[in-house]
């Protein structure tokens, strides 16, 4: 029920957009603000979500995370203030880029091209926060029982979010600055974007061995691991993984570390 309710809060929110951009005759500068709030908006209710979890059932991860890759190393911040500060200074950025290029536009005689309409900024703004807050509320009441390793899924989503978004931003408005068909350019942005979004709301597929094809391509490409068929290299890797993610499962007592 509560991947039932997540889906249909996921679709009302890329839903506004979308519908404001090809049926309420949105702007592409309304479109992005709108985006942008999201965003913003999105990361500030994971923080949420990590504060309370942290609170109600605290693990190693909360405090000491070990994040995937590699070097397997520690952060040497909370995790819930490296997430906050890495969405939001990238978010902070990024508006300040979208407001740069509408300032350089406008100041070309291009305003009325992608000037941004407030009210159906702020009323899109409303309908995106009503709808992030109604899918806060379906996770409330069993948050106590997620594991670290639920909340390191969504924070993880919500970089994704941070990159497609920003990156539609980005691209987005220089299309629209410099083609000469803004709209169908910039259209594809939104359906990528909400296709992507959408898409982050099923189970990721996490297979045990790779597939036969990727490995006979793999093994063929030199080994970063000498010694090792990309068969081994794999399963090393998710044994790796389970490692790191049951290290920041461990409850957490306030001690400074515990025994690895």
Same mark, same amino acid.
């Given at each position: 029920m $509560?991947?039932?309710?997540?889906?249909?809060? &996921?679709? =009302?929110? $890329?839903?506004?957009?979308?519908?404001?951009?090809?049926?309420?005759?949105w702007s592409p500068g309304t479109t992005l =603000? !709108?985006?942008?709030?999201?965003?913003?908006?999105?990361?500030?209710?994971?923080?949420? +979500? =990590?504060?309370?979890?942290?609170? #109600? %059932?605290?693990r190693r991860g909360h405090f000491k995370y070990e994040a995937p890759g590699p070097d397997r190393s520690y952060s040497r911040t909370s995790f819930i203030k490296g997430f906050l500060f890495t969405t939001l200074v990238f978010s902070a950025a990024h508006g300040f880029f979208l407001a740069v290029i509408l300032l350089l536009l406008t100041h070309n005689g291009q305003a009325a091209m992608i000037g941004i309409d407030w009210r159906s900024v702020g009323f899109g703004c409303l309908q995106v926060l009503i709808a992030l807050a109604v899918d806060f509320l379906v996770d409330l009441p069993g948050l106590r +029982? #997620?594991?670290? #390793?639920?909340?390191? !899924?969504?924070? %993880?989503?919500?970089? &994704?979010?941070?990159?497609?978004?920003?990156?539609?931003?980005?691209?987005?408005?220089?299309?629209?600055?410099?083609?000469?068909?803004?709209? =169908?350019?910039?259209?594809?942005? !939104? !359906?990528?974007?909400? &296709?992507? %979004?959408?898409?982050?709301?099923?189970?990721?597929?996490?297979? %045990?061995?790779?597939?036969? #094809?990727?490995? +006979?391509? &793999?093994n063929r490409v030199p080994s970063a691991r000498p010694g090792l068929t990309f068969e081994e290299q794999w399963a090393k890797d998710r044994i790796d993984e389970a490692k790191r993610r049951k290290e920041n499962e461990q409850p957490w007592t306030g001690r400074k570390g515990t025994r690895r």
């Open positions: $509560n991947r039932i309710l997540h889906l249909v809060t &996921m679709i =009302a929110v $890329n839903a506004i957009p979308l519908a404001g951009w090809f049926v309420g005759g =603000a !709108v985006y942008w709030f999201e965003t913003v908006a999105a990361s500030l209710f994971v923080g949420l +979500r =990590a504060v309370l979890h942290k609170r #109600w %059932s605290p +029982r #997620w594991s670290f #390793w639920q909340l390191e !899924v969504m924070a %993880s989503r919500g970089f &994704m979010r941070v990159g497609v978004v920003h990156l539609t931003l980005i691209f987005g408005m220089l299309a629209v600055a410099v083609t000469d068909a803004p709209s =169908a350019l910039f259209g594809v942005f !939104v !359906v990528l974007k909400t &296709m992507y %979004s959408l898409s982050t709301t099923f189970p990721q597929w996490e297979p %045990s061995t790779p597939p036969r #094809w990727l490995s +006979r391509a &793999m």
